[in-house]
């Protein structure tokens, strides 16, 4: 959860009008301690006010073009979203549960790429580096031991 970040400075920053359909996205993800799909996104803001689900896809699009959200890869079509690394916020890996679906941040310190030897070996142009560890979580194989 972030108390870290002003959304609405960082709309102004990218040069978007903080509108409060957009803070109101941020506000969702930037207050959940792990990614969410846009479904999630979604029913969560339209427990509270009228939006058109439609209008979030595309706030999530404009919001990762802009480089303040990232989408993360889930192995399917489906994709998770969470603040992209800022000044409150460093790059850290996620861990994806194979069985439920549930996408968890892992602490920055956990997994340490070495993204300069990366650059120097490799002949093109880096963009974006993003580090997804699959397996189950503790949850679900407590589940299993259960059954």
């Known amino acids: 959860m972030c ?3 002003n959304y609405t400075k960082i709309l102004d920053n ?7 359909n957009r803070v109101q996205v941020l506000e969702v993800i930037g207050n959940t301690p792990y990614p969410l ?9 339209s427990r509270h ?7 979030v896809y595309r706030i999530l699009d404009l919001l990762v073009e802009k480089s303040i959200l990232e989408r993360l890869s889930t192995g399917g079509r ?3 979203f969470g603040l992209a690394p800022n000044e409150h916020h460093a790059r ?5 549960c194979t069985r439920c679906g549930q996408m968890d941040c892992l602490h920055p310190q956990s997994m340490n790429v070495d993204t300069d030897n990366l650059q120097k070996t490799f002949p093109g142009e880096i963009g974006r580096i993003e580090i997804r560890v699959d397996g189950v979580c503790k ?3 407590k589940l299993q031991n259960q059954r």
């Open 14 to 20: 990218s040069g978007l009008e903080p509108t409060t």
């Open 49 to 55: 006010q009228g939006i058109n689900k439609v209008t």
């Open 92 to 96: 850290h890996a996620h861990f994806y």
């Open 78 to 80: 489906a994709a998770h």
């Open 3 to 5: 108390k870290k970040c």
């Open 37 to 45: 799909s846009a479904a999630d996104i979604y029913a969560t803001i």
């Open 139 to 141: 949850n679900c194989l």
